[in-house]
């Protein structure tokens, strides 16, 4: 079994531009995650799906961003008009339910998606 | 929401030297995990330890839940376990979200 899969690895998209980013989850993992990494930070969550359900939404996530999973399958990150602070590693994830991760269900990562605006 | 800190923020070790890093939490938490970030950015799980002990290989790590720390040995370290390791914990009414600690920088020289 494949892990997370990411693309594009790395991105360098000009201010003001629209970038798409994808993620494959485990292919049994009905949850799905995304979190954004700058330098020196840990990961902070921005949004969880569950099959193809957008349940929860952190404020980090702009009018800017949207993200979709289509099917409860792959899902993507979309950035509109993006901004130099929008540089960063996005991280896609997933897990199993039910009982989500207070029940044992470990998160697994993707190898991230660098973003850098310039 | 829920506090993590990490500490320390770096270390510098020779290869074949043991470590301990610590993540405490300012809540009662549902789930914990390790994770080791590659210098490439991916995030490798090494621990699902909400309490108690585990062992894996040259890793161990303890969730002592009621006194609300964790703590990750390292032991003979290897260069290869340079990287950054962070702690991250999941508490209250959401089974879906993880809050990580800023990371320990760990460098291992040869």
């Known amino acids: 079994d494949t892990g997370v899969s990411q693309n594009p690895r790395h991105k360098i998209t000009k201010r003001g531009q629209n970038v798409t980013f994808r993620c494959d989850p485990i292919?049994?993992?009905?949850?799905l995650y995304w979190y954004r990494q700058t330098l020196g930070q840990g990961p902070e969550f921005l949004t969880y799906?569950?099959?193809?359900?957008?349940?929860?939404k952190s404020r980090l996530l702009s009018d800017r961003f949207s993200a979709e999973r289509p099917k409860g399958s792959f899902s993507t990150l979309e950035i509109q008009r993006t901004e130099q602070g929008d540089s960063a590693m996005y991280l896609c994830?997933?897990?199993?339910?039910?009982?989500?991760?207070?029940?044992?269900?470990?998160?697994?990562f993707g190898e991230g998606s660098w973003l850098t605006v310039v | 929401g829920i506090q993590v800190e990490q500490s320390p923020p770096d270390l510098i070790l020779q290869e074949g030297a043991n470590s301990t890093l610590r993540c405490n939490f300012s809540?009662?938490?549902?789930?914990l995990q390790w994770f080791h970030q590659n210098p490439w950015g991916q995030l490798i799980n090494l621990f699902y330890?909400?309490?108690g002990t585990k062992q894996n290989g040259r890793l161990s790590a303890t969730t002592v839940a009621t006194e609300r720390y964790s703590l990750l040995y390292i032991s003979s370290s290897q260069t290869t376990d340079s990287g950054v390791y962070f702690c991250?914990?999941?508490?209250?009414?959401?089974?879906?979200?993880?809050?990580f600690g800023k990371g320990t920088l760990l460098t291992v020289n040869p």
């Open positions: 994830a997933s897990s199993l339910s039910p009982g989500g991760l207070s029940s044992g269900n470990t998160i697994y």
């Open positions: 292919s049994e993992h009905n949850r």
């Open positions: 799906f569950q099959n193809e359900a957008q349940l929860e």
């Open positions: 809540d009662s938490v549902n789930n």
């Open positions: 330890i909400p309490s």
């Open positions: 991250a914990v999941n508490s209250g009414g959401s089974n879906y979200k993880l809050t």
